[in-house]
């Protein structure tokens, strides 16, 4: 739980661009069309530190790891307060994304090496929840702290944030290793986390890790807001109210679901599952707005903002199954595998967010908000689909 705090840090500097961008492109003389592009550099050096965390974890302890990051978030948000300029900003958010991607592994890991198997798809639901909350930190807290005290200091403040979880773990995590054995290579390791990520084991996983993030963070991070300000004409208050309802479900429902899943079990019918009824839950959406097939049948033209609300809450919930692609990663190899397995559903996470995302933005321009809703529907229903598909070949659920 104190390793989640960094998580905690993670999805707060993720998100913090929400409700900052404007303003940083007011001070730093960038067009809003900028501002997106070096925000976006943080994703991709986000993504392209996942494989070297995971090596580094097997070769390491999670202590130290989680340390070394830490240092490194505390100097790109310190950076980030005396930055001028395009390049000096895009250097932050590189810095920023390298010291937050090993935030999730780093506990998963720490959690894999030292909990029973049977209860680490809670642990991880757990650690999910706790790291969530970064995302209500990044709303109202930040959007007055920036309102009062300028955006400047809201980047500073992980570097608090940082340096305070730092003394805490120095403290309180004693040091891990997966094994005394040190691999022949760095370079062996790398090839070991691609070799498991395509393995016949994890594919199913991989490919559901792709869409599910991606669908999640682009329904929460960028469109279900402007879908219900424009298409059912909500203040932007109120919309920010329905997003802090989808947000509470992102907290508490992994851990509910974590729950079910160590009683029951059957975690592949309820990835599959979830991700099906996620995925309708948006295709839902348009089909009661602007003269809709639901819309119809109930004789109006668009039916009450209340219908909205329902269906985005219930993706909330519905979606909340996505911790347990983690908890059958770690399954899926040998514990001294466990970093590099673990960095191999992250990676599929991350870079399926940096590419759903990019082509959403054109299927916007073309369809609307109803198109790119409805391709993020069709699109965790398809993942859900072929990862039940994937995993039923190889017969790894047990029955």
């Not at 661009?17 to 994703?43: E, M, N, Q």
């Not at 094994?179 to 490919?207: C, F, H, Q, T, Y």
Request: charged content about 10%; hydrophobic content about 60%; overall charge positive.
């Amino acid at each position: 739980m104190v390793l989640a705090l960094g998580h905690t840090i993670s999805n707060l500097v993720r998100t913090l661009p929400a409700v900052s961008a404007d303003l940083v492109a007011r001070d730093l003389a960038l067009s809003a069309g900028d501002i997106a592009a070096v925000t976006g550099v943080y994703h991709l050096a986000f993504a392209a530190g996942q494989i070297p965390v995971g090596v580094a974890l097997d070769r390491y302890s999670v202590k130290a790891v989680v340390s070394t990051l830490l240092g490194v978030v505390v100097v790109g948000s310190v950076l980030a307060e005396f930055v001028q300029g395009a390049t000096g900003f895009a250097i932050t958010q590189i810095v920023l994304g390298i010291g937050t991607c090993g935030m999730l592994l780093c506990p998963l890991t720490y959690a894999a090496r030292t909990t029973d198997p049977s209860r680490f798809a809670l642990w991880s639901a757990v650690i999910l929840a706790i790291g969530n909350t970064g995302m209500i930190l990044s709303a109202s807290p930040m959007a007055w702290l920036i309102e009062h005290h300028g955006w400047r200091l809201a980047y500073g403040l992980p570097a608090l944030f940082a340096l305070l979880v730092l003394i805490i773990v120095q403290l309180a995590i004693r040091p891990v290793r997966a094994s005394n054995d040190m691999p022949a290579s760095i370079g062996s390791e790398v090839r070991e986390v691609l070799k498991i990520g395509i393995s016949p084991a994890l594919r199913g996983v991989i490919l559901l890790a792709f869409v599910s993030f991606a669908v999640m963070i682009g329904v929460r991070g960028m469109w279900a807001g402007p879908w219900l300000m424009e298409a059912k004409d909500m203040a932007r208050v109120s919309a920010g109210n329905v997003l802090l309802a989808l947000t509470l479900m992102l907290i508490t429902m992994p851990m509910v679901v974590g729950l079910i899943e160590k009683r029951f079990g059957r975690p592949y019918a309820l990835l599959a599952i979830g991700h099906v009824l996620a995925g309708v839950a948006l295709i839902l959406l348009p089909a009661g707005s602007d003269n809709g097939l639901l819309a119809r049948a109930f004789g109006a033209e668009t039916l009450s903002a209340s219908f909205d609300i329902t269906l985005v809450v219930a993706f909330g919930i519905f979606i909340s199954v996505q911790p347990l692609l983690f908890a059958l990663g770690r399954a899926a190899v040998e514990p001294r595998h466990a970093g590099k397995a673990l960095s191999a559903v992250n990676l599929s996470f991350f870079v399926g967010a940096a590419a759903i995302q990019a082509v959403s933005a054109p299927v916007n321009a073309s369809f609307g908000l109803a198109g790119v809703l409805m391709f993020l529907g069709m699109l965790s229903m398809v993942g859900g689909f072929g990862f039940w598909l994937l995993q039923s070949r190889t017969s790894l659920d047990g029955g």
